[in-house]
């Protein structure tokens, strides 16, 4: 994996043109090696070995305390330590200034060795990002520099029992904390009451203190909530409440762990359902768990969302890391597993030895599609990440591109990986054949991780409904339109290639069978009927992008004379060959608006 991503980086993005931003100045190529370097070992050494223990020993909640694997504490100790909390963040608040490029493939490695062990890290960074972004001096000196360190971790608080894709219906109140709730100098203060479900990270004892994101609604002066996502804004709700020094004040909120989900995989990452402001543990004399507004009232899901983009990458990126792990294990095992002989014309010989696994023809065929679906979704989430860095320190003009380019590529960018990185693990137990099915293994596992991907971040459905509902028709198309720009430059690159140029008139019919479908799917201007094939349009689509990237990705193993190029190129034409074609099946349906979903009675199942 290694050698893949330092190719993806170095010879396909020329990550050292970074180098000449002011924002990176202090950095080399060798101290973006560096942190890659370091974080490989950290999750070789702390992360994989537990990551079997994790799953098996699941977090146990004994009616007061939940409790987690040692393992997990050591792990994350070590995570801390090594800055990546920060890893992107400012000098002057502890960061290391990183590109999101190198951050993310810096990450990559702890979702690769142990996806559950990472998750407590990611929310972290995730929430003090955020509040970076949205909060107040004072909140994030105390909320988000506490995270930073480490100190104390976070969660993000949006589902709730009754609504999960349909956050309109979140049903948690917040309300003003007596009169003078606007002058507590940790930001407005409210009192929330309600229950979130399926919070990761809810309750544990690895840091002393747990920052909960939470969104809520603040009831108008009929007491009565705003209907639909504008009510719903967004405050922090610490387990423990502290002082502006970030000191704990000795009050705990009244957050309660209701109890854990028991999940299929995942199972290090702690999941709870949360009740806040029950009265189970009163404060100040009062039922209610003190919150502190982040950003103005009916803004919650814009702040909540304002890092979607990277969210969403990650997400995929970790489909894409579990999906490597089980194609390395699964090619590792193809390699000494002997079973069977070779077909020739003059049939088998049973008085030869057995030949490994990997020298059968179906055994490489789903290798091969491992390979071309791990590292196709690997430059996926490197080229967004890339995205993300030039819209935060390109010139204007790349910046906007890159804005308007991350519009339809983040859907494609978390979904793909989620689905066909799953369907690699699925192929890897395949490979292992009984061996794979059992838990001596760890292939099993992985897809058990995986399956996940597909669920949280906005499923894959509401994914595809994003998509083909609003970001290929945002701002007249504007998205799509520099997309294809972008996949004609690269064919046209590959057409003067003589080995590629078959491949290149491929991707161009297949670029015009895709805005062929778009227009039709749109044609009546239903939405209903543009929308009932949502789906199989988010699988062409995506497959259309990966075909792009791949063929991009073979250009530069072409210049780059690399020992990697035969691998590459081998992986770049099973894509062209065997998922390609998949297209026509899926933009059918679409180009005709298929009604079949949209008539079928209910009573007819
Ligand atoms: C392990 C795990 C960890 C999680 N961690 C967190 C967390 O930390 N914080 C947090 O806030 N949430 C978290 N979630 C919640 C997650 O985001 C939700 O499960 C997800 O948003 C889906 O909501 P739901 O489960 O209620 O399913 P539903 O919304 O009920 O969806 C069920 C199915 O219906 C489809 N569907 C729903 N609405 C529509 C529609 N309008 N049109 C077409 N199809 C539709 C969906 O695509 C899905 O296939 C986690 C979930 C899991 C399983």
Not at 528 to 540: F, I, K, R, S, V
């Amino acid at each position: 994996m290694r050698a893949t991503l330092d190719f993806l980086l170095r010879d396909w993005l020329g990550t050292a043109s970074l180098l000449a931003r002011a924002r990176f100045a202090q950095h080399t190529e060798q101290t973006f090696s560096a942190v890659l370097d370091t974080c490989e070992r950290i999750a070789r050494e702390k992360f994989a070995p537990f990551n079997r223990l994790v799953d098996t020993q699941e977090p146990h909640f004994d009616g007061q305390r939940v409790h987690l694997p040692q393992a997990t504490h050591d792990a994350l100790a070590a995570y801390v330590q090594s800055g990546m909390l920060a890893a992107a963040q400012d000098y002057e608040v502890g960061g290391m200034q990183l590109p999101c490029v190198i951050e993310m493939a810096a990450n990559a490695f702890f979702s690769k060795a142990s996806v559950a062990l990472g998750g407590y890290a990611m929310l972290t960074s995730g929430n003090a990002s955020l509040l970076m972004a949205h909060g107040t001096p004072v909140q994030r000196n105390v909320f988000a520099e506490a995270q930073f360190a480490g100190r104390w971790f976070g969660t993000m608080c949006l589902s709730e029992p009754q609504a999960g894709s349909s956050l309109s219906d979140v049903a948690t109140r917040a309300e003003p904390d007596g009169a003078d709730f606007e002058a507590d100098p940790l930001g407005p203060r409210y009192r929330l009451r309600g229950n979130k479900m399926w919070i990761s990270a809810g309750e544990h004892e690895i840091t002393v203190n747990i920052v909960h994101l939470v969104l809520a609604k603040i009831p108008g002066p009929a007491g009565k909530m705003l209907p639909g996502t504008r009510g719903i804004s967004l405050f922090i709700v610490p387990k423990h409440l502290v002082d502006t020094q970030a000191r704990l004040t000795g009050e705990r909120n009244d957050v309660a762990l209701a109890g854990l989900n028991h999940k299929l995989g995942y199972r290090g990452t702690v999941n709870t359902l949360l009740n806040f402001g029950e009265g189970r543990f009163p404060v100040r004399g009062a039922a209610g768990a003190i919150g502190y507004r982040v950003g103005r009232p009916g803004e919650g899901l814009r702040c909540m969302f304002h890092m979607m983009n990277e969210a969403r990458i990650g997400v995929g990126l970790g489909a894409v890391m579990l999906g490597f792990a089980g194609y390395e294990e699964s090619l590792a095992y193809a390699r000494q597993r002997p079973q069977g002989r070779p077909i020739t014309g003059a049939g088998k010989d049973a008085a030869q030895p057995q030949v490994p696994l990997i020298q059968h023809a179906d055994i490489k065929r789903m290798l091969l599609a491992q390979k071309a679906y791990v590292e196709g979704g690997l430059a996926l989430s490197l080229y967004c990440a890339r995205l993300v860095d030039e819209q935060h320190t390109g010139d204007a003009a790349a910046a906007a591109e890159a804005g308007t380019l991350l519009d339809v590529l983040t859907p494609i960018a978390k979904s793909w990986p989620s689905e066909w990185c799953l369907e690699a693990n699925s192929l890897a137990i395949q490979v292992l054949g009984g061996y794979g099915y059992t838990r001596d293994f760890g292939v099993e596992q992985h897809w058990r991780d995986n399956r996940l991907n597909m669920i949280h971040e906005g499923t894959h459905g509401i994914q595809a409904l994003d998509l083909l509902g609003r970001k290929v028709v945002l701002h007249d198309g504007a998205g799509l339109k520099l997309l294809e720009l972008r996949i004609r430059a690269t064919a046209a690159q590959a057409a003067a290639v003589p080995e590629l140029a078959a491949t290149a008139t491929q991707l161009r019919l297949a670029l015009h069978g895709l805005a062929a479908a778009t227009r039709s799917a749109w044609a009546t201007g239903a939405p209903e009927e543009a929308l009932a094939n949502a789906t199989p349009y988010l699988q062409a689509f995506g497959h259309l992008v990966l075909a792009w990237l791949w063929l991009d990705v073979g250009l530069a193993a072409q210049r780059s004379g690399s020992p990697l190029a035969p691998g590459k190129l081998a992986a770049m034409r099973y894509f062209h060959a065997y998922e390609l074609p998949k297209l026509d099946a899926w933009l059918a349906v679409v180009a005709r608006r298929e009604s079949l979903p949209l008539a079928m009675h209910d009573e007819w199942f």
